[in-house]
């Protein structure tokens, strides 16, 4: 069982948007602004696509945007593209007993 | 180019022991933050460990603490996983991730930007 909750799959059609939740706590997503996205494809190391709530790393495109209200973060992807489909990941610090970090379950992302 | 290269991965018995190294190149490395991060076969990403730039402040995930040990060797580039006690729930593709950092409050931002290919640890007998 994961500490932040994700729904297991998506899915869209290639131009739609999507919207990947993860809820947690109060002592990790809705306590701090240190919440962060992973895209990871099959066999491939995670590449991160947000950090720190909604700022995008250089290079990663500007159709990936990131949001948090309470105790929810959210990854939106528009004008999805094949080369989307992957797992995606978030991740939150935790003052819980570890004072580390907790990943979501996963989001298998798949482009109709 | 930021590198970042696990190895020492392999099979182990029950109860065994293993030593994962990472060797960094493309950054200065006393300047970050480390993390081990761990997946198991089709299964989800989880933080195992994390050590600051100098070493002096090292956190565990609770299914690790007591049994995994994260050192780093600064003048080698090197962090490194001492892994004891091993169980069959251990095995996993093990990671090293660079932290990001913000070097005006020097506080660790709690994010992976770069990570290595992995190695995988099997325990089994």
């Known amino acids: 069982q994961s500490a932040l909750t994700q729904p297991a799959s998506v899915s869209g059609s290639p131009g739609q948007s999507i919207t990947i939740s993860c809820t947690g706590t109060?002592?990790?997503?809705?306590?701090?602004?240190?919440v962060s996205w992973y895209q990871q494809h099959p066999g491939k190391a995670p590449k991160l696509m947000i950090y720190?709530?909604?700022n995008r790393p250089s290079g990663v495109s500007n159709r990936f945007s990131g949001s948090k209200s309470g105790n929810t973060a959210s990854l939106t992807i528009s004008g999805l593209q094949a080369e989307d489909e992957a797992d995606y990941y978030c991740?939150?610090?935790?003052?819980?007993?570890?004072?580390?970090?907790?990943f979501g379950g996963g989001t298998k992302l798949t482009v109709l | 180019q930021v590198q970042l290269v696990e190895s020492g991965g392999g099979l182990v018995k029950p109860g065994g022991s293993l030593r994962l190294s990472c060797a960094a190149s493309?950054?200065?490395?006393?300047?970050?933050?480390m993390s081990w991060i761990r997946q198991a076969p089709g299964k989800g990403l989880e933080w195992v460990s994390y050590?600051?730039?100098?070493?002096?402040?090292?956190y565990y995930a609770d299914s690790v603490k007591g049994r995994f040990t994260i050192s780093r060797d600064n003048a080698k580039n090197s962090l490194y996983l001492q892994m004891n006690s091993l169980r069959a729930e251990d095995t996993a593709v093990y990671y090293c991730?660079?932290?990001?950092?913000?070097?005006?409050?020097?506080?660790?931002?709690?994010?992976?930007?770069?990570w290595g290919q992995g190695t995988l640890v099997t325990v089994s007998s």
């Open positions: 493309g950054f200065t490395f006393s300047d970050y933050y």
């Open positions: 991730a660079r932290d990001g950092y913000d070097f005006w409050s020097g506080l660790n931002l709690y994010y992976f930007d770069y």
């Open positions: 109060s002592s990790d997503v809705g306590g701090y602004n240190y």
């Open positions: 720190e709530v909604s």
């Open positions: 991740s939150s610090y935790t003052s819980s007993s570890t004072l580390g970090v907790v």
């Open positions: 050590i600051s730039s100098s070493g002096s402040t090292i």
